[in-house]
């Protein structure tokens, strides 16, 4: 994947991690922007946090460079990179005041005491907390411990600011709002941010670019918009949103057979015959507007609806997809005005220019 | 292509503070190498050298077994220490058991009195038996009565040791039983299982590392101990007290060398045992587990208050003997209270001076080894880089567990007495002593502060990293003083056993930095038992007194640090 025009700020080539006989990375190539927001998405275990803390130089990799700003970082130890962090467990100082936590990286820089004073107080500004710096962290709650370190790793303006999971140690309410936070505050400032996630709704929600990896490598890079709808590969697919997967053949170029139909797809590619997999989000999956000649339109059966508040999640069968269901979002309107439940029949109608269609 | 590739590996470059700690870690190794390594593999060299110092083989090991007055030794230690250990670790067991499992009262008073025979050298006991049943002791008859002849001999050895053994098992014990998971005996309950089967099935088995555990200590500490069997061993003649004479009387080393490498066998095997215990200990309790509570019964709670109240005063019987013996005008003939052994025994004998240089052992040993300790911990499991040296330097850090004083002190003599060492000028001075004392009792320090640096973030130094701090600023400023509970408790042990410690120093001590410890010794040579239950009394009653003191030091931090600790 290309990175838009210009000069990367960071770019990471060939990198590869060893642990022992275990591959934890395999030939990573990325390059971000100046001021871009990069999420690393995927799940436990697909080597994203390794990479991050490669960037950061708490870990060697095995292969591979990375330059940042022009600068050949590869070999320097952490101290001698330009990076600010935010780990998972925040790792406030527990015995420093806020104050303190916050000026903790300040005072190495030899900078006169109210020059000190004054950044940090624009620091506690800047992430909203001005009231109380002269608290321990441990009387804090979690989002604002939370901000406490974001606002020590950007004490010292680094050109790199490094989030390990910030936020999932916090519950679902704060989590929401902080993402929003920490996302406007990265506009704010312009400040190249990297973000390591395992949560897909946090990665679409905030970040410019995402990185989709699993079993180490590099599945898919771009934006929320291209990952959710133009995906990669299965895997990502299956990663990102809901999806249905249905098994088909190839008909030829751009048509796809499941069952008794046969639809047109511009992502089907391969030989006639071929066995194929199209996967296809439960939005692209319409109750209307249907009318008399639209292609693609099906016959169902509601098998389940499961209620999830102002719509709902229903599953249907529909007759000549072999058995395959489906899953569609419908609003608890249409179903009520409709006087749709289990077993009633209903017509559907497919997009199928939204379906992505991957060898089996 | 890609083989080139993968054989061009990555090295960071290492930043200079980076390059301090380093150098703090090779210093480290290099004096524990000095302290520890040195003097262990003299003693090997040494049992294979002959008087002159010329290789001999297996010479010196063919001539012990030829002699039947070294392996009678060998067989009394082995089967008094036996003895002990099956009193010992079941008695201990019932009174953990009923400390952890039962509602009975007065658990603290229970815990504090088993304990305080830790407070005091292990021949106080050896002392207070004399008293008890010795020549002119108050129950001799009975013990007559019963078929024992004589308490100096393997009666009393077994007698001292089980009584000053007992809270190193008990300590042991308690925290074994202390891991109990409630749910275990709810769900035993739930299926209407008998006391007795849930005893077998879950409480038996749950505690059997700690058993082990209590069994190989107790083996280990007993077999290695010296003042005991110098005390209250008549001619019964053990291990322990062969080296000192092979050694000391004899200036036989390479036999001296042969009979340690005998007391470091078992106390070797114990340390492994132990170290494969305590992983697995550790990672039988999850998490989630749910601390089990008693439930109050009162029989069987009548039944536990009973037998702590026999064992506890059983325990006061020998530790008030020797306070009383103390001061008495002149056992057994007139017992009217006196202060002649005080006076007379320590002060006109001119002994105090032995008192204030054991105070000076303790309070220097507490300090540098707490300093040394922390700071070896820390470097080993904070810093980054230079990791070929980690494994070398936690060998070095468990190894003292594994040496009983007698060893390490009598490797001391071998090494900083042989005239081409350049260390050669410690030799007989108060130094040797502190270095000795703390490499003797390092690993439990060590693990104290590894535990308390564990459970700190592990990403402060990753942090400080990236806002360019070195690590030594972040030391000084969060590690250290979130640590200070830890440091306090590092430095009481150290004291403590600096001020009761015999077995190592006892080959170590000059004219001039003679201690209270070894002056007991003395005074029961010299026949003045009377001034020896003196000086183990004011050793007991120092150690109390820096115990009180730690405890109010550790009072005042708790209310400095307070403000961050408890959240409002």
Same mark, same amino acid.
């Given at each position: 994947m290309s990175s838009p025009q210009g000069e990367p700020y960071l770019r990471l080539e060939g990198i590869g991690k060893n642990f022992g006989t275990f591959t934890a990375l395999r030939d990573i190539r990325l390059e971000v922007p100046?001021?871009?927001?990069?999420?690393?998405?995927?799940?436990?275990? #697909?080597?994203?946090?390794?990479?991050?803390?490669?960037?950061?130089?708490?870990?060697?990799?095995?292969?591979?460079?990375?330059?940042?700003?022009?600068?050949?970082?590869?070999?320097?130890?952490?101290?001698?990179?330009?990076?600010?962090?935010?780990?998972?467990?925040?790792?406030?100082?527990?015995?420093?005041?806020?104050?303190?936590?916050?000026?903790?990286?300040?005072?190495?820089?030899?900078?006169?005491?109210?020059?000190?004073?004054?950044?940090?107080?624009?620091?506690?500004?800047?992430?909203?907390?001005?009231?109380?710096?002269?608290?321990?962290?441990?009387?804090?709650?979690?989002?604002?411990?939370?901000?406490?370190?974001?606002?020590?790793?950007?004490?010292?303006?680094?050109?790199?600011?490094?989030?390990?999971?910030?936020?999932?140690?916090?519950?679902?309410?704060?989590?929401?709002?902080?993402?929003?936070?920490?996302?406007?505050?990265?506009?704010?400032?312009?400040?190249?941010?990297?973000?390591?996630?395992?949560?897909?709704?946090?990665?679409?929600?905030?970040?410019?670019?995402?990185?989709?990896?699993?079993?180490?490598?590099?599945?898919?890079?771009?934006?929320?918009?291209?990952?959710?709808?133009?995906?990669?590969?299965?895997?990502?697919?299956?990663?990102?949103?809901?999806?249905?997967?249905?098994?088909?053949?190839?008909?030829?170029?751009?048509?796809?057979?499941?069952?008794?139909?046969?639809? +047109?797809? +511009?992502?089907?590619?391969?030989?006639?015959?071929?066995?194929?997999?199209?996967?296809?989000?439960?939005?692209?999956?319409?109750?209307?507007?249907?009318? +008399?000649?639209?292609?693609?339109?099906?016959?169902?059966?509601?098998?389940?609806?499961?209620?999830?508040?102002?719509? #709902?999640?229903?599953?249907?069968?529909?007759?000549?997809?072999?058995?395959?269901?489906?899953?569609?979002?419908?609003?608890?309107?249409?179903?009520?005005?409709?006087?749709?439940?289990?077993?009633?029949?209903?017509?559907?109608?497919?997009?199928?220019?939204?379906?992505?269609?991957?060898?089996? | 292509m890609s083989a080139v590739l993968a054989a061009a590996q990555i090295r960071q470059r290492v930043h200079w503070s980076d390059r301090v700690g380093h150098l703090a870690m090779a210093a480290l190794a290099l004096a524990l190498a000095a302290l520890l390594a040195g003097p262990l593999l003299t003693i090997l060299a040494q049992s294979v050298e002959g008087r002159k110092g010329e290789f001999v083989g297996l010479k010196n090991f063919v001539a012990y077994f030829g002699t039947p007055a070294l392996l009678d030794s060998l067989w009394n230690s082995v089967w008094t220490s036996l003895v002990a250990t099956a009193v010992v670790v079941p008695a201990a067991f019932a009174y953990a058991y009923a400390l952890t499992r039962s509602c009975m009262p007065w658990k603290g008073a229970f815990r504090t009195v088993t304990l305080t025979p830790l407070l005091a050298p292990s021949l106080l006991a050896a002392i207070s038996f004399i008293f008890w049943f010795g020549n002119q002791g108050v129950l001799k008859g009975w013990m007559q009565a019963l078929g024992i002849a004589q308490i100096y001999g393997a009666p009393g050895i077994i007698l001292a040791q089980i009584f000053s053994v007992f809270p190193h098992a008990l300590m042991i014990l308690i925290t074994a039983l202390s891991l109990a998971d409630a749910r275990l005996y709810e769900a035993a309950d739930s299926l209407g299982t008998s006391r007795k089967r849930k005893f077998f099935t879950i409480t038996l088995p749950g505690a059997k590392y700690g058993l082990a555990s209590a069994a190989m200590v107790t083996f280990t500490l007993v077999i290695t101990d010296f003042g005991i069997p110098k005390v209250i061993g008549g001619n019964f003649n053990v291990l322990a007290t062969d080296v000192f004479k092979l050694v000391i009387g004899q200036q036989d080393f390479p036999r001296g060398a042969v009979v340690a490498l005998f007391l470091l066998a078992p106390a070797l095997l114990t340390f492994g045992v132990d170290r494969i215990v305590q992983r697995k200990q550790t990672s039988m309790l999850t998490t989630r587990a749910v601390p089990y509570a008693p439930k109050p019964s009162r029989g069987y709670d009548i039944a536990m208050t009973a037998y702590c109240v026999v064992v506890t005063l059983l325990m006061l019987a020998v530790l008030g003997m020797a306070i009383f013996a103390s001061f008495v005008k002149f056992w057994p003939y007139d017992v009217s209270f006196s202060l002649r052994h005080y006076v007379y025994g320590i002060v006109d004998g001119g002994v105090d001076v032995a008192f204030v240089n054991s105070l000076t052992l303790a309070a220097w040993t507490a300090l540098a080894g707490t300093a040394l300790v922390f700071a070896g911990a820390y470097l080993m499991e904070k810093t980054r880089g230079a990791d070929w040296l980690r494994p070398a330097l936690q060998l070095l850090a468990l190894l003292p567990m594994a040496v009983p004083g007698l060893v390490l002190g009598l490797g001391y003599i071998f090494f900083f007495n042989a005239p081409h060492n350049p260390l050669n000028f410690l030799y007989h001075t108060m130094a040797i002593l502190v270095l000795c004392t703390v490499v003797h009792f390092y690993t439990t320090g060590h693990l104290t502060a590894v535990t308390a640096l564990k459970a700190l973030d592990a990403e402060f130094e990753s942090v400080s990293a990236s806002l360019k701090v070195p690590f030594w600023k972040t030391f000084w400023r969060v590690t250290l003083p979130i640590c200070t509970p830890a440091l306090v408790d590092i430095s009481r042990y150290f004291f403590i056993n600096a001020m009761t410690t015999i077995s190592a120093v006892v080959f170590l001590y000059s004219p001039e930095t003679k201690l209270a410890s070894i002056a007991i010794l003395n005074f029961d040579e010299a026949g003045e038992i009377g001034a020896a239950a003196a000086m183990a009394v004011l050793i007991a009653a120092a150690s109390l007194a820096a115990c009180i003191v730690y405890l109010g030091i550790g009072w005042l931090i708790d209310r400095r640090t307070q403000a961050w600790r408890a959240p409002k």
């Open positions: 100046k001021g871009e927001f990069v999420c690393f998405l995927g799940p436990s275990g #697909c080597g994203k946090t390794t990479l991050l803390r490669i960037i950061a130089g708490l870990e060697v990799q095995s292969a591979g460079t990375i330059h940042q700003g022009q600068r050949d970082i590869s070999a320097l130890p952490p101290a001698q990179r330009d990076y600010g962090i935010v780990f998972q467990s925040y790792a406030l100082f527990p015995n420093l005041s806020i104050f303190d936590n916050v000026a903790y990286g300040l005072v190495n820089r030899r900078a006169g005491r109210d020059a000190i004073r004054a950044r940090v107080g624009e620091l506690l500004k800047l992430v909203g907390l001005s009231g109380s710096p002269a608290k321990y962290p441990s009387q804090l709650s979690g989002g604002e411990q939370q901000r406490i370190a974001l606002a020590r790793a950007l004490a010292t303006s680094p050109g790199l600011l490094l989030l390990d999971e910030p936020l999932s140690a916090l519950d679902a309410i704060v989590r929401v709002h902080l993402r929003q936070e920490i996302r406007s505050l990265q506009q704010r400032l312009g400040v190249t941010t990297i973000m390591v996630t395992h949560d897909q709704e946090e990665a679409l929600s905030m970040a410019d670019r995402i990185v989709v990896m699993n079993h180490g490598v590099i599945d898919q890079i771009g934006t929320p918009m291209q990952v959710y709808r133009e995906p990669a590969t299965p895997f990502v697919a299956d990663f990102v949103g809901k999806v249905n997967m249905l098994a088909g053949t190839v008909e030829s170029a751009g048509r796809i057979r499941v069952g008794s139909y046969s639809f +047109a797809c +511009a992502s089907c590619g391969g030989s006639p015959g071929r066995s194929a997999r199209a996967y296809l989000r439960p939005e692209d999956i319409v109750a209307r507007p249907i009318e +008399a000649g639209d292609p693609n339109v099906i016959d169902a059966t509601i098998d389940k609806i499961e209620f999830l508040g102002s719509y #709902c999640l229903v599953r249907v069968m529909a007759s000549g997809l072999e058995g395959q269901p489906l899953t569609v979002y419908l609003s608890l309107n249409y179903l009520s005005e409709m006087g749709l439940e289990r077993g009633s029949p209903m017509k559907l109608r497919i997009l199928a220019e939204r379906m992505r269609v991957f060898d089996a | -």
